[in-house]
């Protein structure tokens, strides 16, 4: 994942973080609500119990299912 100021680094909590706020950021600003669901695999993803790929998948789950 490249995120605007470096390229991320998903073994930096700083770096997964940002990414997280951002993607947070740009699904509220294109008007859409984030539901909790996600924001809990995001905190996960943020405190290292999963990984950016398990985020994912996790995320595209509500919206295959």
């Known amino acids: 994942m490249v995120c605007a100021r470096k390229r991320l680094d ?16 740009a699904q509220r600003l294109a008007g859409l609500a984030v539901d909790p669901g996600t924001i809990r695999d995001f905190d996960r993803f943020c405190s290292g119990e999963i990984d950016l790929v398990q985020l994912r998948a996790r995320v595209e789950s509500r919206f295959t299912s």
């Open 10 to 25: 998903p073994l930096v909590a700083q770096d997964r973080q940002y990414a997280a706020s951002e993607a947070i950021a």
